[in-house]
């Protein structure tokens, strides 16, 4: 049974840009989520996707968006980056919706210059 | 606005002994709240949980305390090995949805 991978594992960017980020859920998983986390605080909630669908976003602006695939691999993608976009992005991903245990990938570190 | 708190940034424990990681949270709708472990380069990993009809949940050497009235909780790690040694997180749920808000976390060092 594999874990859940990110990919790239370090990314740097200039203001503007824009970035995608991918994430490969756990084997038998169907709902992913993912977080932002700043240097020296907790992850912070993006959005989840439930069966190709979103589920629930947190308080980020439009420019942060995502896709679930067929496979339920997800992508975030971000526009028009920001300075404050760098931080480590988490991906998380969960056997069903609800209250069932999240399986963290390692994260993708972005910098933005 | 920080609805789940951790105030201690690190602490420090000699192994053997107890950690005692704290959590304080501000939103009386959360019911469910949980701890993660991470070491750096690696995700979080879930600890254990708590639902909010419970004051108490053990699994192994890890428990956790839910004191509903104060909003608080605290996670009790006994005896501490030096494994432990990782930033420990708090997290919460309301019961609307299963979004988690997460406390800013606490470096735990285990001391040999």
């Known amino acids: 049974e594999t874990g859940v991978t990110q990919s790239p594992t370090h990314l740097i960017k200039t203001r503007g840009q824009q970035v995608t980020l991918r994430c490969s859920s756990q084997?038998?998983?169907?709902?992913v989520s993912w977080y932002q986390q700043a240097l020296g605080q907790g992850p912070q909630f993006i959005f989840q996707?439930?069966?190709?669908?979103?589920?629930g976003r947190g308080n980020f602006p439009p420019r942060f968006s995502g896709l679930q695939f067929p496979n339920y691999s997800s992508e975030l993608n971000v526009n028009a980056l920001e300075l404050d976009d760098s931080a480590l992005y988490l991906c998380?991903?969960?056997?069903?919706?609800?209250?069932?245990?999240?399986?963290f990938g390692p994260g993708t570190r972005l910098l933005v210059l | 606005d920080q609805q789940v708190k951790q105030n201690s940034p690190s602490l420090s424990v000699q192994e053997g002994r107890i950690s005692i990681l704290n959590c304080d949270y501000t939103n009386s709708m959360f019911d469910y709240f949980l701890w993660y472990k991470k070491y750096p380069a690696e995700g979080p990993t879930f600890l254990i949980s708590i639902s909010s009809i419970k004051d108490k949940n053990e699994d192994g050497r890890f428990t956790v305390f839910l004191n509903k009235s104060a909003k608080h909780l605290s996670l009790h790690i006994v005896p501490s090995q030096p494994g432990d040694s990782a930033v420990y997180f708090c997290?919460?749920?309301?019961?609307?949805?299963?979004?988690?808000?997460w406390g800013a976390g606490t470096k735990l060092i285990i001391k040999p």
């Open positions: 084997s038998g998983h169907n709902t």
């Open positions: 996707y439930y069966r190709e669908e979103e589920n």
């Open positions: 998380a991903s969960s056997l069903m919706q609800g209250r069932e245990t999240q399986y």
């Open positions: 997290a919460a749920s309301p019961d609307s949805n299963y979004q988690l808000i």
